[in-house]
Structures are given as C-alpha cells and as structure tokens.
C-alpha cells in the first residue's frame, strides 16, 4: 500500500516503505560473503527507488517495486543478511570501529573509574540504533551504559522502536554522550530523510557550556556521532 501524498512536512518513519512480511525465523543456512553483500546492496537500492517513485508520483512503479521487495524477502532477509555479515567469523560488527574512535578520543581515561570497574565510576551513555546484537564490541566495554533499539528487535536486551518515533530527551537522563546509527542512515533513502534523522540525533545528545567536540564520521556505511567528555 502506498502513501497518499502531503501536504505538509515531518519526519517519516523509519519503517515507512518497508516490507510487512516479518517474523521471527532464524536462517536456515548461513549466506556466502557474495550473497549477503548483494542483499544489502539490492534492498537499499530498491528503497531508494521506492521512495524517488513516491515523491515523483508514479504510485504504480512504487507499488511494483514495493512488491519486488517483498519478494526478495523485505526487512527480515536484510537483517539476516546484515547479522551474518556482522559475526565472528566474517570478521566481526563494525562497533568495533566506533570503539577505535572511542579510544582515539580518549573516553576509556575520561571514564576511567568506570572502565576499572568500579560500580561507582560515571559511564558514558550510548544509544545504538539498530541494533543487532547485544554481545558487540561496544557491549565490552565497561564504561559504556548502551541502551539498544531496533525496528524489528532480534534478541532480548534490544528494544523494538523506532528512531524517529521516540520521545524527544527533556532531561539529561534522557539524553546520549553517544548516538550510533551504524547502517541505520545510510538505509534512510532520501536526503530529506537522512536530514531529518540528524536532527532528532541532535536533539538526543547532551549539550553543555563546556568546551566540547562533535565528532561526525562516515566509516563502512556507518554514522557515528559523540561528544567528547573533558577528562
């Protein structure tokens, strides 16, 4: 079913244009490096496709190239494809580049009591936006207090919301040191879209009087976002 149009602007939903054909089934056999690299590839493109039809008002070619989606498995094909691309023995999830950046920044020593150990020290807090896996890189790191979403949650720990749905932070308990979007961006196929995102992920971040850094890096597809805490 497609979209009427608008008149006026908001944000759009991350699951709008997605396939409604999902379900909890685990994948059977395990995708080749090929197979889920095209996967991904193809689901995006066709999105894109899908929303470029959309705004043009060929609702028919939208409607044809929502249906091919759905074929070729929709959003349950991709996170499968997407959590094989991420495991052990593809060379892991792309938070660990995230944790490299961390480090570079020097938050391990910011949060230095709480990368000790000590159940006292003050974490970092990081939201991660379409999560896979709560046993990531990020996940080892002790100073970090990650709080994981998805659209299609795949594991207990992950809660099933969608990004440009949550409630905007009013306090600072509410809000993120760290915001990681992984793929979840680049899957947003217009520039509005994408626009719109980046906005709601400032809104969810600290801000503070100090003097401090906003780090934005495109890595693997990736958008990462983080303050840097003074020591």
Not at 112 to 131: H, I, M, Q, W
């Amino acid at each position: 079913m497609v979209a009427a149009k608008r008149k006026g602007k908001k944000p759009g939903l991350l699951s709008h244009g997605r396939s409604p054909h999902i379900t909890n089934k685990k994948p059977t056999a395990s995708l080749s490096a090929k197979a889920t690299a095209t996967i991904i590839r193809t689901h995006h493109q066709l999105q894109k496709a899908h929303a470029q039809a959309i705004k043009s008002g060929d609702y028919a070619k939208a409607t044809a190239i929502q249906k091919q989606i759905d074929e070729q498995g929709g959003l349950e094909k991709y996170q499968v494809a997407s959590i094989t691309g991420q495991s052990s023995e593809r060379g892991g999830d792309s938070s660990r580049v995230l944790v490299d950046w961390l480090q570079e920044l020097k938050l391990p020593s910011a949060y230095r009591k709480a990368e000790d150990g000590d159940a006292g020290g003050k974490k970092c807090r990081l939201l991660e936006v379409g999560a896979l896996s709560t046993e990531n890189a990020c996940s080892k790191r002790r100073y970090l207090e990650v709080e994981r979403i998805d659209l299609h949650s795949q594991a207990p720990g992950i809660l099933q919301q969608d990004f440009m749905q949550r409630a905007l932070a009013k306090t600072d308990e509410e809000r993120f040191d760290i915001i990681s979007l992984s793929l979840v961006l680049n899957y947003v196929p217009d520039a509005e879209g994408r626009g719109e995102m980046l906005k709601r992920t400032s809104w969810a971040m600290f801000y503070s009087g100090r003097k401090s850094l906003q780090s934005y890096a495109i890595n693997f597809g990736s958008w990462e976002a983080g303050r840097k805490v003074e020591p």
